[in-house]
T-cell receptor
Framework: EPEVTQTPSHQVTQMGQEVILRCVPI?????FYWYRQILGQKVEFLVS????????KSEIFDDQFSVERPDGSNFTLKIRSTKLEDSAMYFC????????????FGEGSRLTVL | SQQGEEDPQALSIQEGENATMNCSYK?????LQWYRQNSGRGLVHLIL?????REKHSGRLRVTLDTSKKSSSLLITASRAADTASYFC???????????FGQGTRLTINP
């Protein structure tokens, strides 16, 4: 069964360092998302991406964040200068041909900022 | 904001009992979805109910939607220890491409 894959599963970084989280969405999906979940808390929307551009972003997704789909398969989230409060689980998700419907999530990348 | 709120925040029942979780939301929606998350894992889609539907079943899951009250419930019948997880409702708002998640209900099934 097709699945969304994310790497790394866990990354530890120093405050101020750049981090890139990688995702391979399901191959024929058109809509891509990043969400984050601070430990034990709600799942928060960061950004949605369609047709090679950001379609919507939240207040959390400030200038320190960027997304890219550099080729036909990868979808990356970059945090330019990490802060302690960026420590969270980051989930990539994708959707098929319509903007509504089921989201398929990866297993997440745990980011720890020291 | 569109975000949903769920109650209870935590629910602990005995295996074999039914578990009911509720979700409320604020804006007009295209559909409402329920997801499950095992500890430390990704979210897994359980069921989707469209705004023009009132009830939907899938195996031991039953979802209801009341758009006049902007609320939904998820019923898991004949619970099993393996149902232990967090359950989230999520709404697909009209005109939006994103899903907005509620706070979640942590369900514990005691053997």
């Amino acid at each position: 069964e097709p699945e969304v894959t994310q790497t790394p599963s866990h990354q530890v970084t120093q405050m101020g360092q750049e981090v890139i989280l990688r995702c391979v969405p399901i191959s024929n999906h058109l809509y891509f998302y990043w969400y984050r979940q601070i430990l034990g808390q709600k799942v928060e929307f960061l950004v949605s991406f369609y047709n090679n551009e950001i379609s919507e972003k939240s207040e959390i997704f400030d200038d320190q964040f960027s997304v890219e789909r550099p080729d036909g398969s990868n979808f990356t989230l970059k945090i330019r200068s990490t802060k302690l409060e960026d420590s969270a689980m980051y989930f990539c998700a994708s959707r098929g041909y319509v903007a509504t419907g089921e989201l398929f999530f990866g297993e997440g990348s745990r980011l720890t900022v020291l | 904001s569109q975000q949903g709120e769920e109650d209870p925040q935590a629910l602990s029942i005995q295996e074999g009992e039914n578990a009911t979780m509720n979700c409320s939301y604020k804006t007009s929606i295209n559909n409402l979805q329920w997801y499950r998350q095992n500890s430390g894992r990704g979210l897994v889609h359980l069921i989707l109910i469209r705004s023009n539907e009132r009830e939907k079943h899938s195996g031991r899951l039953r979802v209801t939607l009341d758009t006049s009250k902007k609320s939904s419930s998820l019923l898991i019948t004949a619970s099993r220890a393996a149902d232990t997880a967090s359950y989230f409702c999520a709404t697909d708002g009209k005109g939006a491409q994103k899903l907005v998640f509620g706070q979640g209900t942590r369900l514990t099934i005691n053997p």
